[in-house]
């Protein structure tokens, strides 16, 4: 049976989502679990502690916020499009994605400038992190970039990307949805699962472990080192 | 009552005579690796000074330790709420310019300089970048400095000190300054534990050490802006907070840290406290001039059989217990009230305590010439040169009473040892001061041993950590013998 699509799209837009999925769930495990020590945000606050906001904060912000668009859009399409059915509803959305999408690009030109403009910053700065800096940059660049020229992406981001994906995880992929999209946004199609798969070799771990157990822990945590039962009993 | 034991500290300050040896011992047993350089769990600052780093206990800029708010205890910097919309960029870090850029020098250039007319320099370069720096500041940078404009006087410590007392402190030619030790103080409420957003930071249940899980730590750095004390710090090479870990290797092997085990002057005293954790954020909570009273009252009598009773009940071992009743950090603290906690208004309860130093008479003050020759026996402990306040400020929360209390009573046994061996003093007199300075002859003598006599064991009852019936719990300690590793076989480097 001959497939419509050539073996570079099927090798794309269906198989390289599963080995990004795969080497990021192996490796992100036995990194966890052989090198837990290399779990950590690797601040560089204590080093510059002045430029250092203008990067990081409307990064994070940004990046938090568009992912999180992205993850509703997938979650829920029919609602979004429900919501986006009146134009000023839909104008508000894609305006404040907007601004976060540029918040996020402020925030990662100033990283990559602050790394490479201090020299303390830059000396803890590893190969790693560029590729990762400009892996980043490509992939909020292209995003923008689609936004703006192809207009109302939460809605069609919802009639085709959501369709697209949840192909993916019911594991019958069908790629007739991406084919027809234009070239920006396939890179940025491929450029994320690029980064899923690069992202367990990097600093982004960090995001696996934030600290919600902090909000209800007790405030004080104490270790015993001996089973105290036992050696109540003991004595 | 749920008795708790922790290694408890303190340092006599009279005794201090400002040496670094502690320092050095520290540094090159756990700060001399990559990203720790700047570190010094243990440092000793002259007083008045800007202290390391510079002007740590200004809280209003370095927003460390507890506050009450609505009768509530809440992190100065940020707790719980606080931490989320902080946590990318901490608002209350201090930066490594703070403390100082390490530095070494360039040796070679000692040697390959080219022929030339003046002598070749080893340029210092900074031990992060590698680059030549101009070194601004370093360890010890304010060491003996206290009269200066630059670091005596934007000592934290003199807020509230009047006109008077501040020229009596700075006047040229008759400055005074004392030294103040310092090391994590392992509180018994730690801002730094309470601040860790990952749960990585612990005080050990059977002594209160309090610790890092380096595996745990994100480099979230809540505890460096966190403690008051600025006792926890940010590796900059592997990503992760460090902090003092009071030699627990060597706790647990019956010996001293190496800071107590190497101070020249002997001022350094290690024993057990039991304290009721029951009480601790109650205590934490007491209005400020309550503070101090209220911890004395959690540190529990060892002698006390219900006390005994309960230790026993909460798995507190009986050679804990025991060198908890020969602790010599029980006697100065409670006992004596001759030791005081550092800043307690920061209400994290530490467990390391000072003996406040004597200093000085002032000669003249107001312009006068002081009589010396006062009726009053402790005349010269009020006008010491290092005015009672700034102590106060130091060691009594603000208030001057306890301070004067441990002065008065060191000052006591002074005049009484003098009555015994040089005579001058008639011991009539040396009664009556003592009898002043609320100390009875026996303790007076007792104390006396215990700061002028004291050998390796009186200074430090260590506890056996009883480690083998913890694995036996557990395990077969022959299996345990077999199958334990060495810990660590991976070096803490940077990421992946």
Sequence with gaps: MSSPFSNLEQL?????????????????????????????????????????????????????????????????????????????????????????????????????????????????????????????????????????????????????????????????????????????????IINAFVIIGFFPFTRLVHVLVVPNPYLWRKTQVVRWYRDRQISRSSV | MNVRSQISMMFHLDKCIGCHTCSIACKNIWTDRKGTEYMWFNNVETKPGTGYPTKWEDQDSYNGGWEKKNGKLRLKSTGRGRIIPNIFHNPNLPSMDDYYEPWTYDYQNLFNAPEGDDQPTAKPISMVTGEYIDIESGPNWDDDLSGSPIYGENDPNIDGLTDQEREQLFAIQRLVFFYFPRICNHCSNPACVASCPSGALYKRGEDGIVLIDQNRCRGWRSCVSACPYKKTYFNWSTGKSEKCLLCFPRIETGQAPACFHSCVGRIRYLGVVLYDADRIEEVANLPQEELIDGQRSMILDPHDPQVIAEARKSGIHESTIKAAQNSPVYKFVKTWKLALPPHIEYRTLPMLFYVPPMSPVISSFDGKTVDGTSEDLFHDISDSRVPMKFLGNLFGAGYTGKVEYALRKQKAVRWYRRAITVGDVDMAT???????????????????????????????????????????????????????????????????
């Design chain 1, 12 to 188: 794309l837009y269906g198989i390289l989502p599963y080995v990004a999925m795969f080497v990021f769930f192996l490796v992100t495990i036995i990194r966890y679990r052989v090198h837990t020590f290399s779990y950590s945000s690797l601040s560089s606050q204590f080093l510059e502690n002045q430029f250092h906001f203008w990067g990081v904060v409307p990064f994070h912000y940004g990046i938090i916020v568009i992912l999180t668009g992205h993850l509703v859009a997938f979650l829920i399409p029919s609602q979004l499009l429900a919501w986006n059915g009146v134009p000023w509803r839909l104008y508000v959305l894609e305006l404040s994605a907007l601004i976060f999408a540029f918040l996020t690009l402020t925030g990662l030109v100033n990283l990559m400038v602050r790394r490479k403009k201090y020299s303390k910053i830059l000396e803890v700065t590893t190969k790693t992190d560029w590729l990762l800096l400009f892996l980043l940059l490509l992939q909020v660049s292209a995003g923008i970039y689609v936004a703006i020229t192809y207009r109302w992406g939460s809605s069609w981001f919802a009639t085709s990307m959501s369709p697209y994906l949840w192909s993916l995880v019911k594991l019958n992929p069908d790629i007739s949805y991406v084919i027809g999209m234009p070239w920006m946004v396939k890179l940025h």
């Design chain 2, 430 to 496: 040396a009664e009556r001061i003592l009898l002043e300075a609320d100390c009875s002859v026996e303790e007076a003598e007792e104390i006396y041993k215990l700061t002028s006599l004291c050998t390796v064991e009186d200074r430090f009852v260590i506890p056996p950590s009883h480690r083998e019936e913890a694995i036996e719990a557990l395990q077969d300690p022959m299996t345990r013998k077999q199958e334990a590793g060495f810990g660590f076989t991976a070096g803490p480097r940077r990421g992946m």
